[in-house]
């Protein structure tokens, strides 16, 4: 009788004890599987950006943004800029492309890698375009997550890799002897 009883006390005291070294175990594979899970949805976001950036169509829509880019320097005139579909179309596609960085659809770091140069450079070629819009519009937000890939690119690359996208040259497209920078004089 008293073997069943320190048998029970025994079987009491490590029954918990068990079930919580199985609780934290079960916690951790499932944390792990999450993990796995997050970053596979993460590269396959990647992937998407890829498929959406490394378009013909898109190169050919950047390529004409940095033209009007030029003539938006020669002429000081913001209407450079306005009714063209391959400004909407790299200005929205980069908007998107920040919010799923920021919401961590696409992960951070890979994607500013890839393309964060790029999304620096398409924003500083769009920025006064932008910021017309939002005067216009009086809606302050907008392509607020483009603004915030072009300074997550541009910190990314000035502390991770001691790059400083804003001196890195700009060529025109139909031009090569003239370029721009980003840099403040």
Known sequence: ???NLVMTIILGIISPVVTAVI?????????????????QHQVQGLLDAFKILDTDEHRNSRS??????FEYLDTKQIKSFKGSKDVESVRGDFDVMGILVKTENIHKNDFLEMYGALAYRCWQCLKADIEDERDSRNFPKFM????????A???Y??????????????YHPNDPTRWVDFSTK
């Open 153 to 155: 690119s541009h910190n």
């Open 1 to 3: 009788m008293e073997s």
């Open 64 to 69: 004409r943004v940095y033209a009007l880019y």
């Open 23 to 39: 609780g934290l175990i079960a916690y951790k594979m499932i944390k792990k599987q999450f993990a796995f899970a997050q970053r």
């Open 144 to 151: 607020f997550y483009f603004q915030w890939l072009a300074n």
């Open 157 to 170: 690359w000035l502390q991770d890799n001691d790059v400083d996208l804003s001196k890195i040259k700009l």
